[in-house]
């Protein structure tokens, strides 16, 4: 007889707890599939690829730089805007086509207004995903939570507050003009100083604290929510493979340690001596008197000292977004004159010498806008896909309760190399002709009575206009517009481009 050695051992216990998770996967997989009657109609499952055991689809996406060409690909393979796929062990569901992508977000938002379930959602915020602004299921403290944000995040054009944020705006970038011309002849990092910027921005405007440039402890809390932001927007495996998650130990202890000197400066610098001082409701003057009040009175749906923080640095967070995406765009008009040429130019239209662009101003710069926009659409990411919480149907086939939703984005589109102005038009009359849409939707919806299923979605209208634009664009005039460039277009697959945290 063979002596077994040790090594042997492990390579048989090995093969066989493959096979048995091969084995189990294949009857998960038989089990899950069905066809639902909803409302009469028989409702089939989306087509798409026969998933390999374990791995699900994923094999096919690692065929390409950028997920949203495996999905367009899938698309034409499989003749159907809807596709069926189970990436390692989620089922999914990718949906293409602004009117799909419409009946996911706006029309049957309430269907499909979860988050997906993934482990390091709950390790980044404090061990329940509950915490976070964009990875939560609707509750009611959610409803809560975006309802106490509304004034402070949506301020109506031209009321008190719009008019505070674009003072507050003027003067930073006021402060960052003249820091430059100090400079003079000196490199300067843009970065670091773009994102000050947006963060005193977000901080003056939600909290009425302001931080100099030299603010050790501002410039570590700034860098420390780049860091995690870009984690963030990564898209792991380990989200569809759990198993894999021990992989992600250190990088998870080192993500939970920015967050924690975060807290540390939020609750030192900010919110400590609001709450001390409190005694009764106090009027609310900003977003901070706003949750101080919530909290210390107790009001309904209560809220903890820990909700609250999380609420408080997900908002401020927000910079982060901003900043990175100024540094983006900073960086795609660098290389293209003929863009920045035409948005001089319009902005010289105003008539405004010597003063900066303001808030104001926004109507009559749509080419400006439109560069925004199609950097958004660009470098949007898709790490928020939305989960069915019963079973619905999308274009007639089924959604089923516990699919992940992720639409198709077509981020792969390039930015092209000359942004004409007709094209630029068009991209912003279909996002405004989206935006009020949207707002039509929730006004009709209001009047029956559903407004907070809507609400959520409606008010979301940055990410559908991101897609509505990619939607609507028509393909043939971007692939027009690619073989102008032939040769000399840089995408997102293009290292230089690579967008990273930025
Ligand atoms: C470059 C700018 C930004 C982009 C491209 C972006 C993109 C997105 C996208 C695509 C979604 C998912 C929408 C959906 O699934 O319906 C989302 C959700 C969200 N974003 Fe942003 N975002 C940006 C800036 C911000 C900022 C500045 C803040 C905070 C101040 C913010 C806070 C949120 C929140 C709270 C959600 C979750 C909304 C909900 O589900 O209720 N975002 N964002």
Same mark, same amino acid.
């Given at each position: 007889?063979?002596?077994?050695?040790?090594?042997?051992?492990?390579?048989?216990?090995?093969?066989?707890?493959?096979?048995?998770?091969?084995?189990?996967?294949?009857?998960?997989?038989?089990?899950?599939?069905?066809?639902?009657?909803?409302?009469?109609?028989?409702?089939?499952?989306?087509?798409?690829?026969?998933?390999?055991?374990?791995?699900?689809?994923?094999?096919?996406?690692?065929?390409?730089?950028?997920?949203?060409?495996?999905?367009?690909?899938?698309?034409?393979?499989?003749?159907?805007?809807?596709?069926?796929?189970?990436?390692?062990?989620?089922?999914?569901?990718?949906?293409?086509?602004?009117?799909?992508?419409?009946?996911?977000?706006?029309?049957?938002?309430?269907?499909?207004?979860?988050?997906?379930?993934?482990?390091?959602?709950?390790?980044?915020?404090?061990?329940?995903?509950?915490?976070?602004?964009?990875?939560?299921?609707?509750?009611?403290?959610?409803?809560?939570?975006?309802?106490?944000?509304?004034?402070?995040?949506?301020?109506?054009?031209?009321?008190?507050?719009?008019?505070?944020?674009?003072?507050?705006?003027?003067?930073?970038?006021?402060?960052?003009?003249?820091?430059?011309?100090?400079?003079?002849?000196?490199?300067?990092?843009?970065?670091?100083?773009?994102?000050?910027?947006?963060?005193?921005?977000?901080?003056?405007?939600?909290?009425?604290? *302001?931080?100099?440039?030299?603010?050790? #402890? &501002?410039?570590?809390?700034?860098? $420390?929510?780049? +860091? %995690?932001?870009? !984690?963030?927007?990564?898209?792991?495996?380990?989200?569809?493979?759990?198993?894999?998650?021990?992989?992600?130990?250190?990088?998870?202890?080192?993500?939970?340690?920015?967050?924690?000197?975060?807290?540390?400066?939020?609750?030192?610098?900010?919110?400590?001596?609001?709450?001390?001082?409190?005694?009764?409701?106090?009027?609310?003057?900003?977003?901070?008197?706003?949750?101080?009040?919530?909290?210390?009175?107790?009001?309904?749906?209560?809220?903890?000292?820990?909700?609250?923080?999380?609420?408080?640095?997900?908002?401020?967070?927000?910079?982060?977004?901003?900043? *990175?995406?100024?540094?983006?765009?900073? #960086? &795609?008009?660098?290389?293209?004159? $003929?863009?920045? +040429? %035409?948005?001089? !130019?319009?902005?010289?239209?105003?008539?405004?010498?010597?003063?900066?662009?303001?808030?104001?101003?926004?109507?009559?710069?749509?080419?400006?806008?439109?560069?925004?926009?199609?950097?958004?659409?660009?470098?949007?990411?898709?790490?928020?896909?939305?989960?069915?919480?019963?079973?619905?149907?999308?274009?007639?086939?089924?959604?089923?309760?516990?699919?992940?939703?992720?639409?198709?984005?077509?981020?792969?589109?390039?930015?092209?190399?000359?942004?004409?102005?007709?094209?630029?038009?068009?991209?912003?009359?279909?996002?405004?002709?989206?935006?009020?849409?949207?707002?039509?939707?929730?006004?009709?919806?209001?009047?029956?009575?559903?407004?907070?299923?809507?609400?959520?979605?409606? !008010?979301?209208?940055?990410?559908?206009?991101?897609?509505?634009?990619?939607?609507?664009?028509?393909?043939?005039?971007?692939?027009?517009?690619?073989?102008?460039?032939?040769?000399?277009?840089?995408?997102?697959?293009?290292?230089?481009?690579?967008?990273?945290?930025?």
């Amino acid at each position: 007889m063979i002596p077994l050695t040790a090594t042997t051992c492990f390579l048989i216990a090995i093969t066989f707890l493959a096979l048995a998770l091969i084995l189990l996967d294949h009857l998960r997989s038989k089990k899950t599939a069905k066809n639902v009657i909803l409302d009469d109609h028989v409702l089939p499952e989306p087509p798409g690829p026969r998933p390999w055991p374990i791995l699900g689809s994923l094999h096919i996406l690692g065929r390409y730089d950028v997920p949203y060409k495996a999905f367009a690909d899938l698309v034409r393979d499989y003749d159907c805007q809807v596709i069926k796929l189970r990436m390692g062990s989620v089922p999914c569901v990718v949906v293409n086509g602004l009117e799909n992508i419409r009946e996911v977000l706006t029309i049957k938002g309430h269907h499909f207004d979860s988050r997906p379930n993934f482990a390091r959602y709950h390790l980044l915020f404090g061990g329940n995903k509950e915490n976070s602004l964009a990875f939560c299921n609707w509750s009611d403290v959610q409803k809560a939570r975006r309802d106490m944000l509304r004034a402070h995040t949506f301020p109506r054009a031209f009321s008190a507050r719009y008019n505070e944020l674009n003072q507050i705006i003027g003067e930073e970038m006021d402060f960052m003009i003249n820091h430059l011309d100090s400079l003079s002849n000196t490199n300067v990092h843009a970065k670091p100083l773009i994102l000050h910027s947006c963060a005193n921005v977000f901080i003056t405007y939600l909290c009425s604290k *302001n931080f100099h440039l030299e603010h050790d #402890g &501002f410039r570590h809390m700034v860098a $420390n929510f780049d +860091k %995690v932001f870009f !984690e963030v927007n990564q898209g792991y495996a380990a989200d569809f493979l759990p198993f894999l998650m021990p992989l992600h130990h250190r990088n998870m202890a080192r993500m939970a340690h920015w967050s924690h000197e975060i807290r540390r400066f939020v609750i030192k610098n900010i919110i400590s001596d609001r709450v001390n001082a409190w005694n009764g409701v106090v009027p609310e003057k900003d977003y901070v008197d706003c949750l101080i009040n919530h909290v210390k009175s107790g009001s309904e749906p209560q809220m903890s000292w820990n909700t609250a923080l999380f609420v408080m640095e997900d908002i401020i967070g927000g910079h982060t977004a901003i900043g *990175n995406l100024l540094v983006k765009v900073l #960086g &795609f008009i660098a290389t293209r004159p $003929n863009v920045q +040429k %035409v948005a001089q !130019e319009e902005i010289d239209s105003l008539g405004i010498a010597g003063n900066f662009v303001g808030l104001e101003n926004r109507r009559s710069l749509p080419y400006v806008e439109a560069i925004i926009l199609e950097t958004i659409r660009i470098i949007a990411s898709p790490i928020v896909p939305h989960v069915a919480n019963q079973d619905s149907s999308i274009a007639e086939t089924l959604g089923t309760s516990n699919i992940n939703i992720q639409q198709n984005q077509e981020r792969h589109l390039h930015l092209p190399q000359q942004l004409r102005a007709e094209h630029v038009h068009r991209s912003m009359d279909v996002a405004r002709e989206i935006h009020t849409r949207q707002i039509r939707a929730k006004r009709k919806v209001t009047e029956t009575g559903t407004l907070s299923t809507v609400r959520r979605r409606s !008010e979301v209208v940055h990410g559908l206009q991101t897609r509505a634009i990619s939607e609507l664009r028509d393909p043939g005039h971007v692939t027009e517009e690619l073989h102008d460039n032939a040769g000399e277009e840089r995408g997102l697959h293009d290292p230089d481009w690579e967008p990273c945290s930025a």
